[in-house]
């Protein structure tokens, strides 16, 4: 995990840190910033490829910060809540957070998290059939690119959006668990994700549908999972 920076964004110093040791012990450099106009700043200034980002903050918090970022940049962002209800995960997800982690946390289970991010961001794209375009009816995926289009307009899509988009597209018509959706795009076991997941499908609509409610590309299948439509 050499040569990644990671931009850690909290306003308790302590816990800035010991974030700092740990991603740094592994072999990665590390920026730090107490709110979201600092983390805004440094990454004006600094290539970064990945935030950690928490979400209760002075002058900007982590939900303003993450709708900020995502104006402009897809990096992976995994954010941090000191609460462990749902709400505040699925608030985050839907501004466009790619994962979250709660207070307090295992410092492992965070640097894991954080590995697996970066390895999905790098790797972006590597699914079977990689390097092909795909056509469904207006909706197209550059995968040498990795870029979606609809009827010729560019999406803008989160690392995770992009990889649940190019899963059902490359295997179009197949219908997908939430379970297997999440295994195979998290790349870790799946365990109560299904909120995850869902956040994630309807974000996708948001973006790529005309009209969210009526979806003609991303089709639920009723007690079995999601499918792109051929």
């Not at 974030?19 to 590390?30: A, F, K, Q, S, W």
């Not at 709110?35 to 200034?45: S, Y």
């Not at 939900?63 to 809540?81: D, G, H, Q, V």
């Not at 870029?147 to 997908?176: D, H, Q, S, W």
Request: charged share 30%; proline share 3%.
């Amino acid at each position: 995990m050499n040569n990644y920076t990671v931009l850690v964004v909290d306003d308790d110093k302590e816990i800035r840190e010991a974030i700092e040791i740990y991603l740094r012990n592994e072999g990665m450099t590390v920026l730090l910033a107490k709110d979201g106009v600092e983390a805004i700043e440094c990454l004006q200034e600094k290539e970064v490829h990945l935030i950690v980002l928490d979400i209760m903050m002075p002058r900007m918090d982590g939900i303003s910060a993450t709708f900020k970022i995502r104006e402009k940049k897809n990096i992976p962002i995994i954010i941090l809540s000191a609460k462990s209800e749902d709400t505040d995960k699925i608030l985050g997800l839907q501004v466009g957070a790619d994962d979250y982690v709660t207070k307090p946390f295992n410092p492992l289970e965070l640097i894991a998290r954080v590995k697996s991010q970066l390895r999905r961001y790098v790797k972006l794209g590597h699914f079977e059939g990689r390097n092909q375009l795909i056509d469904l009816n207006g909706l197209m995926i550059d995968q040498e690119a990795k870029e979606v289009t609809v009827n010729g307009e560019a999406v803008k899509l989160t690392p995770i959006e992009y990889k649940i988009v190019e899963l059902l597209m490359v295997n179009a018509g197949r219908v997908f668990s939430i379970s297997e959706i999440y295994e195979k795009v998290w790349q870790e076991p799946c365990y109560n994700a299904e909120n995850t997941v869902a956040v994630h499908i309807r974000k996708i609509r948001e973006k790529i549908e005309i009209d969210p409610k009526n979806p003609r590309y991303l089709k639920v299948v009723w007690g079995i999972g999601y499918k792109m439509e051929k």
